[in-house]
């Protein structure tokens, strides 16, 4: 098969499609032709280094997360999917024509979802669902912020939490505001702008996407017993807080969960945006666009 391959840590140039053998599946393991795959934060992380206390690459090394494709063959202990479903799920080595995936950590993807759009969905939904359900255990009734709202994991963050019953704050930049409104938050208000950020009074939890400097002024909007909530790992401040619960969330395959927010993609009521589609040996190039910023979700086409 043909793979996108990292020998070295480095920048985006360091990701090369080469040769490389076509994997099998194991017994309780699912072989998938891979119809697409996305890029994520972790990726690039991981390819320069930058992740590698978390997230160690062992070279050579196929990077990412999301995948949707066809499943091919499936392990003796297989039940649940057979040749020919179209399945999408968390995974690892997805920058490829073919993957392996545990298939307790797949679902088959629900009728009405376009089978490349799929791949787009696995790690920002479960990130985001997990960041409120695990991370801020918000419950009916209860406020909670949710920063970088119009990202992708913010964006499930925002519904994950609706879902709940929870009075929502979707916090984003000024040039965010008018996308920001069409989540369906309670309230919208703009990170950089200090006379609105003032205006928010003590919310019970934040979900948070963003980290950083933003992250450290936050964590004093938090009421005393509230929960911090972040996937970027608890703020520098964080011990300056003591009634504060800082909680860091990173996401777990969880194809129930994640079918039902795909399902909500279905229906509208939850959107991801896609800013494009690349071969797979445009990797490189896809994950230098995608960590600039600013755009949506890049999908790999294998």
């Known amino acids: 098969m043909k793979a996108v ?70 392990g003796k202990n297989v039940t649940a999917f057979a040749p020919g479903d179209r399945v999408f799920g968390l995974a690892w080595h997805t920058y490829a024509e073919l993957c392996v995936v545990k298939a307790s950590d797949l679902a088959k993807v629900p009728d009405g ?17 997990q960041l409120i359900r695990v991370g801020t255990g918000i419950a009916d009734g209860q ?20 879902d709940a019953g929870a009075k929502v704050i979707a916090a984003v930049r000024k040039k965010q505001l008018d996308e920001a409104k069409q989540l369906h938050a309670d309230q919208v208000v703009a990170l950089d702008d200090d006379d609105a950020m003032a205006k928010v009074g003590f ?21 005393p017993g509230g929960v911090f909530a972040s996937v970027l790992g608890p703020p520098a401040s964080a011990e300056l807080h003591p009634t504060v619960k800082v909680v860091p969330v990173m996401a777990k395959p ?8 795909a399902e909500d993609v279905v229906k509208g009521t939850l959107t991801i945006p896609i800013d494009r589609m690349i071969p797979l040996e445009d990797a490189g190039a896809g994950q230098a666009a995608a960590e600039a910023g600013g755009i949506g979700k890049v999908l790999l086409l294998a």
């Open 113 to 129: 979802l376009d089978l490349v759009n799929a791949a787009a969905l696995p790690l920002v939904l479960l990130t985001g669902e």
């Open 143 to 162: 406020t909670v912020l949710v920063t970088g709202a119009v990202g992708g994991v913010g964006r499930a963050a925002v519904r994950t939490a609706l």
């Open 254 to 261: 969880d194809p129930v969960r994640m079918l039902k927010l």
């Open 203 to 223: 919310v019970d939890a934040i979900a948070d996407t963003v980290g950083g400097a933003t992250a450290q002024r936050l964590l004093s909007k938090v009421k």
């Open 5 to 74: 391959v990292l020998r070295e840590y480095g920048g985006p140039e360091k990701l090369k499609l080469e040769d490389w053998d076509d994997p099998v599946a194991g017994d309780d393991e699912v072989l998938v032709h891979v119809a697409a795959a996305s890029i994520n934060p972790v990726d690039w992380k991981m390819r320069s280094g930058e992740a590698k206390a978390r997230f160690p690459v062992q070279f050579p090394a196929i990077l990412g997360r999301d995948l949707s494709g066809i499943v091919r063959s499936v």
